[in-house]
Structures are given as structure tokens and as C-alpha cells.
């Protein structure tokens, strides 16, 4: 792990991923990979429940951990991975990693949050592919439960 792109989602996260793509980090782990591949959701789910519920191998994950689902990666930006949730944790884990920590007016901010992502997590559309695919949104789910608890 080289990068560790920490500022919350619609804060330029998917630009960050871009250009770190164009830079030459040949994996970056963003929001995207865990819709491509949702069994990261069940490795993100158990780390959000270890860290903050006290399941499974509770406390914070370490490099070990962490590795099951971004070893592959140079970079990791947005959720699951970025805010306050696991940023600490992902420090400690790769601490020779760089930190970046995209912001945007908190106002701005909550606007465009509000108006793309907290909407899709609230959908019918969601609960009902959740019931429909519960080896792809189901799992999805499970991981935005787990995250929603902080």
C-alpha cells in the first residue's frame, strides 16, 4: 500500500482514483471494486464489526486483515476504506503508505451527498435488489448496516 486517499465520498474521491490510475498505481481499491466484486463487502462488513461492535477477532484490523482485500492494491480511496471510520485503523496498518485527505465545503458537501448517495441507500430499488441478489446486493447491504452503526 503506498496511498491512502481518506476524505468521505463526493469529495473527489473517483477523480483521486483517476488520477492516481494515470500515475501509474496499477490497483486502487475504490467504492467501485466492492460493486464489482461483493465478497470485499463481507471483508469490509467484518472489519467495521470487529472495530467497532467487538465480533469476530475483535479491535482494529492490522496489515494482515486489511490484506485480504486491498493486498493487491498500490491505493485505496472512498468507502469502505475512507472518513473516520477505518482511516486510523488503515494508518497503522500501512504506515510507510502517503495520506491524503480530499475535503469539500461542508455545505457543497452534504448537497451532493445528500442528493446521490444518501437517497440510494435509502431506496426501495436497494432493499429490493438486497431480497432479489443476496450474494451481490445483499451483501452490500450487510456492509452498509455494518457501517451505518458507527
Given amino acids: 500500500m503506498e496511498v491512502l486517499v481518506l476524505g468521505y465520498p463526493r469529495t473527489g474521491t473517483a ?3 483517476s488520477a492516481l490510475v494515470q500515475l501509474g498505481y496499477n490497483e486502487v481499491h475504490h467504492m467501485f471494486a466492492v460493486f464489482t466484486n461483493p465478497m470485499d463487502a ?3 462488513r467484518e472489519a467495521f464489526e470487529a472495530r467497532f461492535e ?3 477477532e475483535p479491535g482494529p484490523w ?3 486483515q486489511f490484506d485480504q482485500v486491498l493486498g493487491h492494491c498500490a491505493a485505496v480511496t472512498d468507502c469502505p476504506a475512507a472518513g473516520v471510520t477505518l482511516s486510523e485503523d488503515l494508518i497503522a496498518a500501512y504506515p510507510n503508505a502517503k495520506v491524503i ?3 469539500r465545503d461542508p ?3 452534504w448537497g451532493s451527498f445528500s442528493s446521490t448517495i444518501l437517497p440510494a441507500t435509502r ?3 436497494l432493499r429490493l ?3 432479489l441478489d443476496p450474494a451481490g446486493f445483499g451483501r452490500l447491504g450487510a456492509m452498509a448496516r455494518a457501517a451505518a452503526q458507527l
Fill in 54 to 56: 467487538g465480533k469476530g
Fill in 62 to 64: 492490522k496489515t494482515e
Fill in 42 to 44: 463481507d471483508l469490509w
Fill in 129 to 131: 435488489g438486497m431480497l
Fill in 123 to 125: 431506496s426501495t430499488a
Fill in 15 to 17: 477523480s483521486m482514483h
Fill in 107 to 109: 455545505e457543497k458537501w
Fill in 101 to 103: 485527505l480530499t475535503m
